[in-house]
């Protein structure tokens, strides 16, 4: 998971288009009750969303292209379930089709978090409701910074939270970690190990070190040590081009770039480790 800049104040000119004025009118009548109408915040929004997060899901960060869809970081709908019930929460209507509350999230990110959204205190303690019950002062519930600050939410949101690679680690068997309470969660509620990822992870890495042993095996011919640094080169940057934001699955990139010795040079055979190692090095130095 990267951040995202959205301006928050500039939502697509479809969301806020005047034939919505009624149905938005109606959703502050009918509460929780409310008819949702999908088209307004899926059709008016979606191609904005795919272009700022580049065709990623905003969590997995996998490349899902038209698969991405359109999620509510805090669910529209209340949820009242009798299993998982630490997940039942009373609804963010209001925010139905606010541009603030809008992410694009892959089918199965998408499925998986459903209208869950924990709060750190696993009770309504924080939990913000439009009718002011508590009677909080400011009462500011449209706004993204007041309310992450009242509620502290366990999801992470990747508009929100400047550094959401804060929250993870990886490991060499290609599974993402929680490094916070919030990282885990995040983890649990989207199922971020689920073996489709895990296989992705593990490829992407797979597919770098078949790179490097292709280049040491014509090492092991030509015995050139200038065509073995160029062809180890060319490997170096493909994973340096692929960290940056806009990639898929860059954060993991990022992890096998920095720790280059852990997630490669433990695959390569012995006797090369550290020949693979003083290249890479000097590549990363320059």
Known sequence: MVHRQKNFSLPPKELIDTQWDALKADLLVSTDLHNVKVACYRDTTINALMSLYKDKCAICERSRGTELQVDHYRPKKPRDFQTGVQYNQPGYYWLCYEWSNLIPLCSKCNGNKSNKFPLNTWDETNRVSNNNVKGLNPFEPYSLDWLQNQELPLMINPEYDKQPERHFTFHSNGNIVGRTDEGSETIKICELNRKDLVRERLKIRQD???????????????????????????????????????????????????????????????????????????????
């Open 208 to 286: 770098y070190v078949n790179s490097i042993k292709e280049a040491l095996d014509d090492f092991s011919t030509h015995r050139n040590k200038n065509i073995l640094k160029g062809e180890l080169n060319a490997v170096f940057k493909i994973i340096k081009f692929n960290c940056h934001i806009d990639q898929a699955h860059s954060y993991y990139n990022l992890f096998i770039y920095k720790y280059y010795s852990y997630f490669i040079d433990s695959k390569l055979p012995a006797n090369l480790k550290g020949l693979t190692t003083t290249y890479f090095n000097q590549f990363n130095n320059k």
